[in-house]
């Protein structure tokens, strides 16, 4: 498409706004931001955004599936929807990023608890300054089913664990068991 405005200069290089997609100038490298992930890129507030300006193009994950990075994270995009992941990019990719987790399922969710992300059938959550915890499983379904981080469990406070025949997880506002007679 064509220019929807003049170039504008920044430390960062500098970066030309078109009516379907970006492209940011990164040195001496133009990076071309388009498509779904550009149309969220630009949304987001682009290069002024929490995931700063792209540091590579956008790359082929597999069939119906991309993604691209930036200095603050990534964005991904697939038929389920196109989401950013800001704060979860660290613990995503500990955690065992695309390859183990997934492309994300929704946008990240912040509440005075702390902050969420769906990956497919798991959700990395943590309190306001505490660690990443995965919820997974029958707690984690039940976990989403409530709100995840905005409901009234809040966010995480220990890691899953199996203690005396059930399944336990503690989070801010409450503890949710699992065992055989259900959640």
Known sequence: GWPTGAKTPQAAGGYVAFAGGWVQRAGTT???????????YSAMGGNTSALGVPTGAEVTVSAGRWSQAF?????????????????MA????????VARLGFPTGAEQVSSAG??????????????GG????????????YVANGAVTGILGAPTSAERYVGGVWTQDFTGGKVVYGSAGT
């Open 30 to 40: 133009l990076i071309l931001v388009n498509g779904s992930i550009g149309a969220l």
């Open 71 to 87: 200095q603050g994270g990534s964005i991904y995009s697939a038929a389920t929807g196109t989401f950013a992941v800001t704060s």
């Open 90 to 97: 660290g613990a995503h990719a500990q955690f065992g990023g």
């Open 115 to 128: 902050s969420s992300q769906q990956f497919g059938a798991v959700t990395l959550a943590r309190a306001t």
């Open 131 to 142: 660690a990443v915890f995965e919820v997974r499983g029958a707690i984690g379904a039940y």
